[in-house]
T-cell receptor
Framework: GDSVTQMEGPVTLSEEAFLTINCTYTATGYPSLFWYVQYPGEGLQLLLKATKADDKGSNKGFEATYRKETTSFHLEKGSVQVSDSAVYFCALSDPNTGNQFYFGTGTSLTVIP | DVKVTQSSRYLVKRTGEKVFLECVQDMDHENMFWYRQDPGLGLRLIYFSYDVKMKEKGDIPEGYSVSREKKERFSLILESASTNQTSMYLC?????????????FGAGTRLSVL
């Protein structure tokens, strides 16, 4: 069945460091891929998405490229800030399963000054 | 902006109580979802609904039921709360996927069952 695997945390970085959070997926069809972010005490918010192979989603300095050949959608940011501290979830939506969403387990990021 | 409102941020209930978690969205979305979020397990889908009075089981429906009498409101019901239902519960809504395949989330309800 469909699934998403993302790197386990927690991840702790210094401000201005480079961030990568790995995400790989398994899907029966051609899914859309998402990164959601959950700030402390809040619900999940869409960070970025990509709907087909080689698409790049970007928002707030974060980027992720839909790589069909490696079934990956790794999240990157060149210079993290303290305000980026949150939990990040990779997710997919597969039209072959009625576009049900499948979420990874989440990666907690803490950025220290 | 889409707004998904969950009626309570924190709830404390006793084992055996009937618990209602309420969720309201203001964007006329057809689809609504209930997830629970647990450390190390991510989000797991409990139930979802594609229309008023329609419901579908998700991955972990046991011990839960839902009600959708109006389009904007989706309720999660714990018929007899148990300690293993202590969790964060997240409600989400979305338009038809052909229109826009994005889920919008509420802030969550942290439920403790004692």
């Amino acid at each position: 069945g469909d699934s998403v695997t993302q790197m386990e945390g927690p991840v702790t970085l210094s401000e201005e460091a480079f961030l990568t959070i790995n995400c790989t997926y398994t899907a029966t069809g051609y899914p859309s891929l998402f990164w959601y972010v959950q700030y402390p005490g809040e619900g999940l918010q869409l960070l970025l998405k990509a709907t087909k192979a080689d698409d790049k989603g970007s928002n707030k300095g974060f980027e992720a490229t839909y790589r069909k050949e490696t079934t990956s959608f790794h999240l990157e940011k060149g210079s993290v800030q303290v305000s980026d501290s949150a939990v990040y979830f990779c997710a997919l939506s597969d039209p072959n399963t009625g576009n049900q969403f499948y979420f990874g387990t989440g990666t907690s990021l803490t950025v220290i000054p | 902006d889409v707004k998904v409102t969950q009626s309570s941020r924190y709830l404390v209930k006793r084992t055996g109580e009937k618990v209602f978690l309420e969720c309201v969205q203001d964007m006329d979305h057809e689809n609504m979802f209930w997830y629970r979020q647990d450390p190390g397990l991510g989000l797991r889908l409990i139930y979802f609904s594609y229309d008023v009075k329609m419901k579908e089981k998700g991955d972990i429906p046991e011990g839960y039921s839902v009600s959708r009498e109006k389009k904007e409101r989706f309720s999660l019901i714990l018929e007899s709360a148990s300690t293993n239902q202590t969790s964060m519960y997240l409600c989400a809504s979305s338009p038809p996927t052909a229109v826009k395949n994005i889920q919008y989330f509420g802030a969550g309800t942290r439920l403790s069952v004692l």
